[in-house]
Every structure is written in C-alpha cells, then in structure tokens.
C-alpha cells in the first residue's frame, strides 16, 4: 500500500466502513500485526505513525488546531523484521475535537481500536497527571462497549463477563503510552526513574474510601486491570516551537537527537514485541480476517448493539470455513486434472493422485479453517471431495468403456468380414472362427492402457458373440452332435470364466476404493488432531499469560496496601481459573470432532458405494 487510505469513515455522526479498503484487505492473506494510536487530537499521533511505516508522509500531520484524521485511517506496510507478516498501522480520530459537536463517537472510535489491535499506542502531551488520566475516560466505559462472551453481550454488566476484568486480558492488545513534548526530569522523590517506573507511579491507586478517591482510582484500576502489559516512552520536543508547525516536511536530521533517539527506541520496541493480532481461541488473524472483523464490529455499532468478540469470530468462522471447503475443493479439483487428461487409467493411477490431491485440499482446509468445532465443514469438504471423485470414476469407466468398446470393434472387424463373406459356413470352420476369435481377444488383452472396464467390455463382447458363435457350432457339419454339445458346455464355461473376471475387476476397483476412503479418513483425523493440539496450546498460552498478569497485579496490590483490593483481585483470579482450565475451551473438541470426522469417512464411503447408480442417473 503505497499511503494510508480511510478504513472506517465518520460522518454525520454515524461510523461506515470503506468498501475500497475492506476490498484491500479481503486481498491480504498474510498474517497481520495491527498497531492502533489513539488520543487528543493535534497530539502528534500521525507522526508516530509514518515513523513506524518508515515514510516522511503518508498520515495528514497538519499544522493548525484542527484534526486532520476522521474515522480510522490504515496503512498496511511489509514487516520490518518478522517474514510473512503485514503491518497494519491504524491512526485514530482524535479524541476531543471540540468541532465535532457530539462526542459520542470518540467511545467507539477507541473501543474499535482496541478490538482491532495487537498493540495499542495513546498518545498525549505534557506529562502524565491526572488530567491526563482522566482523558483516558474511555476505559472506565470498556465493559459497556465490549463483550467477550456472547451470553452477556446484550447485557451491562461487568459482573456478566466470567472471571471479570480476565477475560479481557486475554484478547487485548499490549498497551503503550507515549507522552510526547515531556519536559521534566524523571525522577520521583529525588531518585532517578525509568519510564515505565514513572508511568506505574502514576498509576498507582490511592488508600481509603470516598467519592474522591473512588473517582481518581478508577480509571487508574481500569488500565491497570485491561492492559496488565504496559510500556512507557517520553519524547522531548522534537524542534523549536516556531518549527513545529513544518514538522512533516522537516528533514530528520534537524530535528531533536534525544528525540530521535527515543523515536527509534519506539519503533523498535514496536517491532519487535508487537504480538500478531489473535481472537478468541488463539486463532492469528490474517488481513482478509481483519476485513470480516472491521465488517462485523462496525455493523454492531450502527445497529445500536454491543460489539461481542465471540460473536464477531463465530461470524467470521462461518466464512472463513466455507471459503476453506471452496479453496481446497478448488485444491482437489486442480490436483486431479493432470489425471483426468489421461483417461482412461486404471484403479491404481487414479487412486494415488485423488490420495495426494485429498492430502493437499485437507492440508489448504486446515490452513484456512478454525473453530469447526463439529467438523461440519470438514465433513463438507469431505462430501464434496468424494462427489467430485466419484462423477471422475465415472468419467474414467466412461472413457475405458468407450475405449474397449472401440478395440473389440477394431479387431474384430477382420471376423465379421470373414462372416459375410461365408468362410466359417463351410465344414472346420468352427474351429477355424473359434482361433480367429482367440487370437483376436489375445490382441485385446495385448493392448496397454485399456482402464478399469477392460474386462467387463470384454465379457459383454464375448456374450453378444455367443449367439453368433453357437450358430456357426451347428452349421458345422463336419462336427458330430456329441462334438457339438461339448463345445457348447466349453463356451458355456468360457464366459462363465470371463464373467467371473469381471465381477473380480468390480470387486478391486471397489476395494480400492473403500481403502482410499479409509485412508482419506485417517488423513483428515490425523490432520485435525494435529491442528487441534497446536490450538489447544494456543489457548493455554493466552490463559497463562492472562493468569501471570492478573497475580503480578495482585502482588502489586498487596505491596502497596490495598489488601481489599487485592483479595478482591485473588478472588477474580479464582473465578478465571474455573472458567479459564488451560484447553477448557476446546478441551471436548478433539472427542466431538471424531465422531463428526468418523462419520465424515461413512458420508464419503456412502457416496462411493453409490457412484454406480450415480452414473446411471448422470447417463439419464
């Protein structure tokens, strides 16, 4: 993306999402790691931006006391240092434009920032007090915008969301301040700070009850409890106050080397532990994932209701889901095409490229797919997979149908002439039809590359030939009626012999057909089990991280004397462990989808079994 283009659009009041970016993002399927910045506006936010993209210019700077962003505007740029990752820098409106009138959508505009990102950068100025506290009043308002759970999502109250504040934890981004134009030393009662140790300080809650102290602490308790990962840079001014207003086209050369230093220890840290942006479930979440997110959160919005984070990835599950059956049937169906040029094949050849083709289509179904927790659509993958299968067994009976039907009529040309000429009325020339037509189906057989119908054909060919042979036996009068009556009981026997090949080539294309399915099954079990364990360790990585950053809070409760506090805190930690058990989530995954996928194999089985009377009703 060569500049940063408007993903959700303010106007009137009312949020819209932007087609042309959606349509942008539906086309990236790299994994994405979205870094949001949110704050006052005419704060500086869009700098930090364009530093992170690497570009001079790309986000509207401005020079004058009006906001330049509305909406959320995205530039999506190459990882710096992380190989098939997307970054997605999102610049927010800014919060407090007095020329909005309404600030009813400043709530949203930061409650979607935090839906959308893997790291969410505030920006403000000056130093943090508690001004500067306060104006972060949007994460006092956070359980009243946000759901994790769809059982509360139409409902208030915090006290809904099981294991509290925990929950949230677990699906929000890393938090940085960055306090732009600081100006004082970094210290706190005379001892030199770090940054971080300035910002915790700040955000340490005051002893004792009442109405003053309730309001002070609570939107410190908020970001304490919501963005249990913190960080803090100061950035000093970068230039002389009569330069500020030309920061966008200054070179960087000129501006502040302690602010440049700070700048790029920013992006660095930015770089390097921004997480790649996850949902519910440890799924990463590629660009054209974030498309169905931005879609479904927005959507919320202007219906009036609560954006839900499980709603919002079951939503984008079901369509994830069904364009992974499209994509790796699409994977099969180009797999088999090498094959279906060389028809017809036998058993052996069509079998090995529907089991590498099968192999691929599942492996393509489970890169894409998450949270089929049936395993509906992997089911469906399996049905349509087997359908194409049988409609190309078919196409391959057709082709060795038409083939052998098309050799016997070749070779046995020269006897039907022989026929009409009178060569087999004269005496002998019983035997001698009956070496013309041996030697005849010795050349048939002789013929490489006939397919899986080759001896079916042939069994027919010689049972419409039997009339014509019999009558050629009694026009024989050179043979004896007892000669007569064993050659009769010796071609009965024949086509006994060659009926029983057939039904023998019926039952091994059967049988290779049954254990391709077989195998297909224990493939797709195989691959879902795989994918479920590395989900599962997913999730138990989330949960433990959520569970160190909540009893590291508690701890920090407890040493600064808010023991209240902090047996509230145990208590919350408590309830997150009951409802959190590490794989609890997808703990009766695994079991509920065998059954699904062991039906799965009987589905697809069912349909082979049948493609005999498929044919039959595809020839009608």
Not at 13 to 28: D, F, T
Not at 37 to 66: C, D, H, P, W
Not at 407 to 416: F, G, H, T, Y
Not at 502 to 509: P, T
Request: glycine share 6%; proline share 3%; with cysteine.
């Amino acid at each position: 993306m060569d500049s940063p283009m408007c993903l959700v659009e303010n106007a009137d009041g009312e949020l819209h999402v932007v087609p042309g970016a959606i349509k942008y993002l539906m086309g990236l399927n790299q994994k994405v790691i979205v870094v949001a910045v949110v704050g006052l506006y005419r704060t500086g936010k869009s700098y930090l931006m364009n530093k992170l993209a690497g570009k001079r210019e790309g986000f509207a700077l401005g020079a004058t006391i009006q906001s330049k962003t509305k909406g959320i505007w995205m530039w999506c740029v190459p990882h710096p240092e992380k190989r098939d990752h997307t970054l997605v820098l999102l610049d927010t409106e800014g919060l407090g434009d007095v020329e909005k009138g309404d600030s009813k959508n400043d709530a949203w505009i930061f409650s979607l920032a935090i839906l959308l990102s893997s790291t969410l950068v505030y920006n403000s100025r000056g130093t943090i007090d508690n001004q500067a506290v306060e104006n972060l009043q949007y994460v006092s308002e956070l359980t009243e915008r946000i759901k994790v759970n769809s059982s509360s999502a139409a409902s208030s109250s915090h006290d809904d969301e099981e294991g509290g504040d925990a929950q949230f934890v677990q699906f929000f981004p890393n938090f940085v301040w960055a306090i732009r134009d600081f100006t004082l030393l970094l210290e706190i009662d005379g001892r030199n700070v770090t940054e971080d140790e300035y910002l915790e300080h700040s955000l340490e809650l005051r002893k004792g009850g009442g109405k003053k102290n309730l309001m002070y602490n609570l939107p410190r308790e908020c970001i304490r409890n919501y963005f249990p990962s913190r960080k803090c840079f100061v950035f000093p001014t970068p230039t002389t106050p009569a330069n500020m207003p030309h920061l966008d086209s200054m070179d960087e050369a000129d501006l502040c080397g302690s602010f440049r230093k700070v700048a790029d220890t920013f992006c660095c840290f930015i770089f390097q532990e921004s997480r790649t942006k996850t949902v519910k479930g440890g799924h990463k979440v590629t660009g054209r994932m974030l498309g169905h997110l931005v879609n479904t959160y927005v959507e919320t919005i202007a219906k009036g209701s609560v954006p839900c984070l499980e709603n919002a990835v079951l939503a984008m599950a079901q369509i994830e889901n069904q364009a992974a059956v499209d994509e790796g049937l699409a994977v099969y169906q180009r797999g088999m095409e090498e094959v279906k040029a060389l028809f017809p094949v036998d058993m052996v050849q069509i079998s090995a490229h529907h089991l590498r083709s099968d192999h691929q289509a599942t492996q393509a179904f489970m890169k894409r797919s998450f949270k089929d927790e049936n395993g509906d659509f992997l089911n469906a993958l399996a049905v349509a997979i087997a359908k194409h299968y049988a409609d190309l067994l078919i196409q391959n009976e057709d082709a060795s149908e038409k083939k052998c039907a098309a050799l016997l009529e070749k070779l046995s040309a020269p006897v039907a002439q022989k026929i009409k000429e009178g060569i087999y009325t004269t005496p002998g020339g019983y035997e001698l039809y009956c070496n013309h037509l041996d030697n005849m189906v010795a050349q048939y057989r002789a013929e490489p590359v006939k397919g899986v119908r080759a001896e079916e054909i042939l069994e027919q060919f010689l049972r419409e030939k039997s009339l014509e042979k019999n009558s050629i036996l009694q026009a024989d009068k050179k043979l004896t009626e007892n000669e007569k009556k064993i050659y009769e009981e010796k071609d009965r026997s024949a086509v006994l012999e060659q009926e029983k090949k057939a039904a023998e080539e019926k039952r091994l294309e059967m049988e290779r057909t049954m254990e391709d399915d077989r195998r297909s099954k224990d493939e797709k079990l195989k691959q879902m089990e795989d994918k479920m364990k590395e989900e599962m360790k997913q999730q138990e990585r989330d949960f433990h991280r959520a569970l160190e950053c909540k009893m590291q809070e508690q701890k920090d409760l407890l040493e600064k004397g808010h023991k209240e506090k902090a047996d509230l805190m145990r208590q919350e930690i408590e309830e997150f462990k009951k409802s959190n058990t590490p794989g609890k989530e997808g703990g009766g995954f695994l079991e509920s989808t065998v059954m699904p996928v062991l039906r799965l194999g009987m589905d697809a089985a069912n349909i082979l079994l049948q493609y005999k009377l498929m044919k039959v009703a595809f020839m009608k």
